[in-house]
C-alpha cells in the first residue's frame, strides 16, 4: 500500500499528533513538501502534505486561514503539517478552526521532528510500495507465463483475472469471445463486441476505456502487424495498480507472443494445405492424406464443401501453386479475403471444425465441412456483404459476426457437397458459381442453385441479350409494320414443339396461315426451322426478351 497519513501518523519516530480531519487519515500520500509561501497552491499538483512554520502566514487571522485552506483543499493538498514550538507556540486558533471547517487532516508536527524525516518517511514508503509492485508484477509475470505454456490462452485468462482481482476475456481475430474469467463474466464480455470491432479497425497497438456502471473495462488489441489479430479485455472496479498493471502489460506480450507464434504456424498450414488442395485436385486422395497426416482431421474423408472467393480489390501474396499465405496489399484497410478467412477460421475453431484455406492470388480457396459451422459463416458473411451493398450494413455485420469492410467487392461460388475422389469436379462447381455470381452481381451463389433452377438466369447478360435482340430484331421490325404477328407466331410454334395444329389452335387461325407464317420467319432470317439448333437458339433468345421485358 502506498504511505497514507494514517501511517505516518503511526509511525513511531515521528511523533506526529493528528488535530483535524481524523476521518480522512486514509488517505494516500503522494509526497511531502515545505512552503512558507501565503498561497504555494502553482506549485501544487494533488497529493501533497504540506509542511508549514507559518513564518509568512497570519495564522491567527480567522478570514485568512479559511481562505488559505480554502485554496489547499481545492487544489488537492491531502494534509497540513504544522510544525509546533518553531513560530507558535501550538497550532493557532483560527487554522485549527478553518481546517475542522475543511474537514482537512491537520497534523501537529513537534519541534524534535525535522521536516526532513517526514519527507524521508514518504519517499522511503513510496520506494518500499514501488518495490513490491515491482515485485508482485514479476511474481504474476512468472505465473501468467507458467499458466500460457501449461493451459494456453484459457489459463493465462484465468490467471490475469486473478491477479488484477476482477475479471479478463479474450477475442478471436474476428471479435468474438474465445475466453472468459471467471466465467460469470461472460455476459459482461460479450456486451463489450462492438467496442472490440472499433478497437480492431485502429492499427496495433491500440486500447481503450470503457466505464460501465459496475465495472472499469480496458481494451487493448494484440498483435505487432497493421491488423491487430486479438483483443483483450480486463474489468476490474476501479483503476489498476502498479502491481496490476505489470500483470497486465505482462499478459498482453505473452497473448502477443502467441499470437504471432499461430501466425507462423498458420502460414505454414496454408502451404501444407495447397499442397493437400493441388493433390486432392489431381485426383490423388491417398497421397493428400499422407501428406495431411491428422492436421485436417476427418475433413479429407467426409463430405466438403469448396468454396471460392475472389475480390478484385484484394492482393493476397502466395497462391494455390505456391503455397504462400495471404497477405493483405500495403496501405489498404483489411481486405475482404482477410475478413472472410478470420469469418470462417474463427467459426471453424469454435466449433471444433478442420477448415483447409489456400490463398490463391485475388483468390481465396476454402475446403470445409458441409454443413459445418464455417460453410455457415461463410454464407453468414456473403449475406452481410450483399445487405451492405443495399445499405443495411450495420444489422448486417451483426449477424454475420464480422465487419464488411466498406466498399467489399467479394464474390464467392460454393459447390455442391463431394468427396475426396470428386474434389476436381467439386472445383469446378465453384468456379461455375463464382462465373454466375459475378454476372449476376451477387456475393454468393451455390452450385446447388443453378442445377435447381432455370438455365435462363444463367444467360441473363449483356451478350446474351445482345444476341438475342440481334436474332430476333427484322422479325420485330416486320410486325412493327402491321405485317404479321411471326414472333408470336413463332413462339406458339415452338412452344407447341412444330405441331401445327395445336400452335394455330392457340392462336386462333388455320394451321395453313400458320405454315405461311413460318415460312415468312424463315425467309426473313434465312434459317431453317427444320435444324433443331436453330429452334433452340430461336426459342432461348425468345425467353430472353421475354425476361428482360422487350
Do not use: N
Not at 493441388?278 to 491428422?294: C, F, I, N, S, T
Not at 392457340?506 to 439448333?533: A, K, N, Q
Amino acid at each position: 500500500m502506498p504511505p497514507t497519513l494514517a501511517s505516518l501518523v503511526q509511525h513511531s519516530a515521528l511523533k506526529l499528533t493528528v488535530r483535524a480531519g481524523e476521518d480522512r487519515l486514509d488517505t494516500p500520500v503522494r509526497w511531502a513538501h515545505v512552503s512558507e509561501l501565503a498561497d504555494p497552491v502553482p506549485y501544487m499538483e494533488g497529493g501533497e502534505l504540506l509542511l508549514v512554520t507559518a513564518l509568512k502566514l497570519d495564522a491567527e487571522d480567522p478570514e485568512a486561514m479559511r481562505r488559505y485552506v480554502k485554496r489547499l483543499s481545492k487544489a488537492g493538498v491531502v494534509g497540513l503539517g504544522f510544525a509546533v514550538g518553531v513560530h507558535y507556540d501550538d497550532i493557532p486558533d483560527a487554522l485549527l478552526t478553518a481546517a475542522r471547517e475543511a474537514d482537512l487532516p491537520l497534523l501537529a508536527v513537534p519541534r524534535r521532528t525535522p521536516f526532513l524525516a517526514i519527507s524521508k518517511a514518504v519517499s522511503e514508503a513510496i520506494a518500499r510500495e514501488q518495490y513490491r509492485s515491482v515485485t508482485a508484477g514479476f511474481a504474476a509475470q512468472r505465473e501468467l507465463t507458467k499458466q500460457a505454456l501449461s493451459d494456453g490462452p484459457d489459463g493465462l485468462i484465468a490467471a490475469l483475472a486473478v491477479q488484477v482481482d476482477g475479471w479478463a476475456a479474450l477475442y478471436d481475430a474476428s471479435g468474438a469471445l474465445v475466453s472468459t474469467a471467471p466465467d460469470w463474466a461472460s455476459r459482461r464480455a460479450t456486451r463489450l463486441t462492438a467496442d472490440v470491432e472499433r478497437l480492431r479497425e485502429r492499427p496495433a497497438p491500440a486500447s481503450a476505456v470503457v466505464a460501465g456502471s459496475d465495472d472499469r473495462v480496458e481494451l487493448h488489441s494484440l498483435g505487432t502487424g497493421r491488423r491487430p489479430r486479438a483483443a483483450l479485455a480486463v474489468g476490474t472496479a476501479s483503476t489498476l495498480g502498479t502491481a496490476e498493471r505489470y500483470a497486465v502489460h505482462s499478459a498482453i506480450a505473452l497473448l502477443t507472443l502467441t499470437t504471432e507464434r499461430s501466425r507462423s504456424l498458420h502460414a505454414a498450414e496454408q502451404r501444407i494445405g495447397g499442397a493437400v488442395l493441388r493433390m486432392l485436385l489431381a485426383g490423388e486422395p491417398d497421397h493428400a492424406r499422407a501428406v495431411a497426416g491428422g492436421l485436417y482431421g476427418d475433413l479429407l474423408d467426409a463430405p466438403f464443401r469448396l468454396i471460392i472467393a475472389e475480390s478484385p480489390s484484394a492482393s493476397l501474396t502466395g497462391t494455390a501453386a505456391d503455397g504462400g499465405a495471404a497477405s493483405a496489399k500495403a496501405g489498404s484497410g483489411d481486405s475482404p479475403l482477410d475478413a472472410l478467412t478470420d469469418a470462417v477460421e474463427s467459426a471453424a475453431a469454435r466449433a471444433g471444425e478442420a477448415v483447409l484455406v489456400v490463398p490463391e492470388g485475388e483468390r481465396l480457396l476454402l475446403l470445409a465441412v458441409d454443413g459445418g459451422a464455417a460453410v455457415e459463416a461463410c454464407t453468414r458473411y456473403a449475406e452481410s456483404v450483399e445487405a451492405t451493398r443495399a445499405g443495411a450494413g450495420g444489422a448486417a455485420d451483426e449477424a454475420a459476426g464480422a465487419s464488411v469492410p466498406e466498399g467489399d467487392d467479394l464474390v464467392v461460388g460454393l459447390s455442391a457437397p463431394a468427396g475426396p475422389i470428386a474434389a476436381a469436379t467439386a472445383y469446378k462447381q465453384a468456379e461455375q458459381a463464382l462465373s454466375v455470381a459475378r454476372r449476376r452481381g451477387r456475393a454468393l451463389v451455390e452450385h446447388e442453385e443453378l442445377a435447381a433452377g432455370s438455365v435462363l438466369p444463367l444467360l441473363a447478360d449483356d451478350a446474351v441479350r445482345a444476341f438475342a435482340d440481334g436474332l430476333l430484331r427484322a422479325l420485330y421490325e416486320h410486325d412493327a409494320k402491321g405485317r404479321g404477328d411471326l414472333v408470336d407466331s413463332l413462339r406458339a410454334w415452338l412452344s407447341r414443339h412444330g405441331q401445327w395444329d395445336a400452335a394455330a389452335a392457340d392462336l386462333g387461325v388455320h394451321r395453313h396461315t400458320l405454315r405461311y407464317r413460318m415460312r415468312r420467319v424463315e425467309e426473313i432470317l434465312g434459317r431453317s426451322l427444320d435444324d433443331p439448333d436453330v429452334r433452340m437458339e430461336l426459342w432461348l433468345a425468345l425467353k430472353t426478351t421475354m425476361a428482360s421485358g422487350t
